[in-house]
């Protein structure tokens, strides 16, 4: 019988095996398939952002920036709902990846709306097409900070007994 001062090794040890459940419960995307999924998500998001400121600012007569602005929140929705559970599956904690996403919305979202408001005021013959432009250079930028920060692929520590 050991003594109660008696220091002894754990029955399982810590390694660098991935987790098979993420936050959202599903395995974690890896680099090639979030390219993917975001390319997905772009064929459908990159139209659909200038169609829905042309119904709200075109036919329903709504002012620049008002209508894009519910544009981008309505394009935005989607995107974050496709991002959490198609094209940036993690083993982060749904809190963790949400208040990431959340900062990362705000400032892209910030940047996106300046960026076309103002290059709307100086080209306004090229609305639309400012809006797909400045939609594309703010993805590129957004798929980094997601695959790198908000939603990371990092090996997730189990004990190997658990495999």
Not at 76 to 98: D, K, P
Request: overall charge neutral; hydrophobic content about 55%.
């Amino acid at each position: 019988m050991p003594h109660i001062f008696t220091v002894t090794e754990p029955t399982h040890r810590i390694s660098e095996t991935p987790i098979e459940s993420s936050g959202n419960g599903s395995e974690a995307a890896p680099l090639h398939m979030r390219i993917i999924w975001y390319g997905v998500a772009a064929v459908v998001t990159i139209p659909l952002n200038p169609a829905l400121f042309a119904l709200f600012h075109d036919v329903l007569g709504w002012v620049n920036y008002a209508a894009y602005a519910v544009s981008l929140t309505l394009v935005n929705v989607l995107q974050f709902l496709w991002s959490f559970f198609i094209g940036f599956r993690t083993h982060e904690s749904w809190t963790t990846s949400a208040r990431r996403q959340g900062v990362a919305l705000v400032v892209f979202n910030l940047l996106n709306y300046a960026l076309v408001i103002v290059l709307q005021a100086v080209f306004p013959m090229f609305e639309k097409a400012i809006i797909v432009g400045v939609q594309v250079a703010v993805a590129i930028v957004k798929f980094v900070v997601y695959h790198y920060w908000v939603y990371p692929e990092r090996a997730v520590q189990v004990a190997e007994g658990e495999k």
